[in-house]
């Protein structure tokens, strides 16, 4: 090569990372926005004088729970009420620490807000104590007419609270179903002859379970710092051409030994104090040491000590504890409690007496505890399910060990599922707090996946899986479960429609069962094909960057290009249909199916789409020969091809002027939005 073509295909490169660097800038645009609404958030707090607390201001919280203990006003409706407003404050400390960047939020802060989560936790179950106290005491005024035993189910959106006090002691009423929440029971004979009180609290939320696994954020595809590896020698211009060249002369697929030999070189993040893609140069060495760090804990990673994450790399050998990395609780918690029944309210004449024990609510132990090795009839338990939640397959009941801080599955058995009556029957040998667990990976890897443009700034994800079609729209800055469908049937009506941040997205399907966003450690659970996290990161940016006119979708050479290698497609546009593409960095590779995809008037819902196939790894480009319809994988590159530093230069090349256009106007915000979608999905390495 002459060195007045190494001078023009070096300052070509040069010219094309500096294009993609001011494209880049508003993923910088989006942190900074980010980071100004957070601030007016806290100042509109101020300004709102709405009595509540800030959640994030220690004083206030402790006060707001002080005074909540200090009133003594037990009415289960008041708590009920009260609780709502706890939950919101949960929720927005669970946010904070989600959403909030390391460079934003202290080490110290973020241990406050985790001890102010589990005081308010705490708390409110103390208040659902006592209010039940507080009914016990006065379980003659719920008496049942037919039974003469006291029952009632109090619910709002939060809690199910289902009571049953044994006032008559009758063996033939040992059982009973509440029928406003379809939960029942069958007592052993000897609870039935007991003054016993039996409490079925179902929260559809989960403040048993740990708090790491209440506050997981999206796994870090990064490296200790978000410099990367993005101007090249003029040996690493001379390479592309002699690549080029062998590529033309001997199409072919690299050799193991050529995968591996630079390989290690590609592991990044975009983070928001970092340079672009094209300002800093490392050395091998340096880049050789950063390597392969796929799964690093998440935003909050402060939530886990180091010997906790230790332990959870540990395997279970306990067969009855539950994996809470591959099993997840569904649909709330239901305690499940014997209580002693308090002494009751007696007529006397004119007067009301009753005596009084100040010993706050007491559990009835069961089996008795003097009798252990004695054998003891199980209680059943019958739980209707709820109708927001998705069960794909028979749930795993678990009951919480306080002790061991664990989910068990020891202690139940005789379990009956009837899913057509979203139904469970089940024994127990003691009264426990129960979850029902679903594999959080039943949904992955993907069945096929597409992201599409739908108008300026907006855009459609979906994600197909065995059990369910999830579509999800997207505008601006925030996002929408447009549509859940499970057996061609639309589910989860309560969620869709809403438009919410892509935090509170997860948050959303994930408790209801549908879980997309694969953990730290799905890759244990998850057949996958391990991906160089420089070249996954840098096209998900670069995806991103160019949502707003072209579409992307799953293509079947994702299964057939090896490790080292994913491939997706991109639809044919009104503009014009790209041609085949590669995109390469020498022996780390990613294979993209694109096609331009120009969303306009001119465009046909029914139009037939055309399939282009492209190599990128985050570093090189160029066409491949073959089609999405070929019968077999090739690198083969297309005649009169050539090298591109970016997917953006690459599309570039077969765009029309419109496209283009709105992929230099498309904002930051809609970027941003597609951005952290696709790296909480991560479409490229789970489908």
């Not at 300052?11 to 993923?27: D, I, N, P, T, Y």
């Not at 918690?333 to 002693?340: E, G, K, R, S, T």
């Amino acid at each position: 090569m002459g060195p007045k073509k190494k001078k023009k295909d070096q300052e070509r490169r040069e010219s094309e990372l500096g294009e993609l660097h001011s494209l880049e800038q508003k993923f910088l645009s989006a942190e900074q926005w980010k980071t100004d609404y957070r601030a007016y958030g806290k100042w509109e707090h101020y300004l709102s004088c709405d009595g509540s607390p800030d959640p994030t201001v220690l004083q206030e919280i402790n006060t707001f729970m002080s005074l909540w203990r200090e009133d003594q006003n037990e009415d289960i409706q008041l708590v009920m009420e009260k609780g709502e407003q706890v939950l919101n404050l949960i929720e927005k400390l669970q946010f904070l620490l989600l959403d909030t960047p390391p460079s934003e939020i202290t080490e110290k802060e973020t241990v406050q807000y985790q001890e102010s989560i589990l005081e308010l936790q705490n708390l409110l179950h103390q208040k659902y104590n006592g209010a039940t106290e507080h009914l016990l005491k006065t379980a003659n005024m719920y008496e049942d007419s037919e039974t003469g035993n006291m029952q009632a189910v109090i619910k709002d959106k939060n809690v199910t609270f289902c009571i049953w006090a044994n006032l008559k002691k009758k063996v033939r009423l040992k059982n009973h179903m509440f029928c406003d929440a379809q939960h029942g029971f069958d007592l052993p004979k000897s609870l039935a002859m007991s003054s016993v009180a039996v409490r079925i609290l179902h929260t559809h939320y989960d403040h048993v379970s740990p708090l790491w696994l209440q506050c997981q954020s999206v796994p870090r595809l990064e490296v200790l710092d978000s410099k990367e590896l993005t101007q090249h020698s003029k040996d690493n211009v001379e390479e592309l051409e002699e690549e080029e060249k062998k590529a033309r002369e001997e199409p072919s697929m690299p050799t193991e030994e050529e995968m591996c030999s630079d390989g290690r070189k590609s592991a990044v993040s975009f983070k928001e104090t970092s340079n672009s893609i094209a300002d800093i140069n490392e050395t091998e060495e340096e880049i050789e040491k950063k390597s392969e760090i796929l799964d690093v804990p998440s935003q909050v990673q402060h939530l886990l000590t180091q010997e906790e994450i230790n332990e959870k790399d540990e395997s279970i050998t306990d067969e009855n504890i539950v994996d809470l990395q591959q099993f997840v609780p569904v649909g709330g918690v239901y305690h499940i409690d014997a209580l002693q029944l308090p002494p009751q309210v007696k007529q006397i004449k004119d007067w009301s007496m009753v005596e009084v024990l100040n010993v706050g609510l007491q559990v009835y132990p069961y089996p008795p505890e003097e009798a252990e090795d004695a054998t003891h009839p199980p209680i059943q338990i019958t739980l209707r399910l709820s109708d927001n939640v998705m069960y794909f397959e028979d749930p795993v009941i678990a009951r919480w060990d306080p002790a061991g801080q664990q989910w068990r599955t020891d202690g139940i058995s005789n379990i009956t599922y009837e899913r057509q009556a979203k139904s469970i029957t089940f024994e127990m040998r003691a009264f426990y707090t129960i979850a029902l667990l679903q594999d959080a990976h039943l949904n992955m890897p993907y069945q096929a996946w597409e992201l599409r443009p739908t108008g300026t700034d907006e855009a459609l994800l979906i994600v197909t899986t065995v059990f369910a079609t999830i579509q999800i729209q997207i505008k601006g800055n925030q996002c929408m479960l447009s549509s859940v469908v499970v057996e061609e049937k639309d589910v989860l009506s309560h969620v869709t429609g809403k438009w919410i941040s892509p935090v509170d997205l997860r948050a959303v399907l994930k408790k209801a069962g549908v879980n997309i966003f694969p953990g730290a450690y799905s890759h244990k659970y998850v057949s996958v094909n391990k991906k160089a996290p420089l070249a996954e990161v840098r096209t998900y940016q670069q995806m991103a960057l160019v949502a707003s006119a072209f579409a992307f979708a799953w293509s079947k050479w994702n299964l057939e290009a090896g490790q080292e290698q994913v491939v997706f497609k991109e639809s044919g546009a009104a503009a014009g249909v790209a041609k085949p593409c590669i995109l390469q960095r020498q022996t780390r590779w990613k294979i993209l199916v694109l096609t331009q995809y120009l969303v306009s008037e001119h465009l046909k819902a029914d139009s037939v789409k055309d399939w282009s196939l492209y190599m990128f790894n985050g570093q090189k480009a160029q066409k491949l020969k073959i089609t999405e319809t070929s019968e077999a994988f090739s690198e083969e590159l297309e005649e009169d091809s050539e090298f591109h530093s970016t997917l953006y230069h690459m599309l570039k090349d077969f765009a029309s002027k419109e496209a283009i256009d709105k992929v230099e106007t498309a904002s930051f915000l809609f970027i941003d939005v597609v951005y952290q979608l696709l790296l909480a999905t991560r479409v490229l390495t789970y489908s």
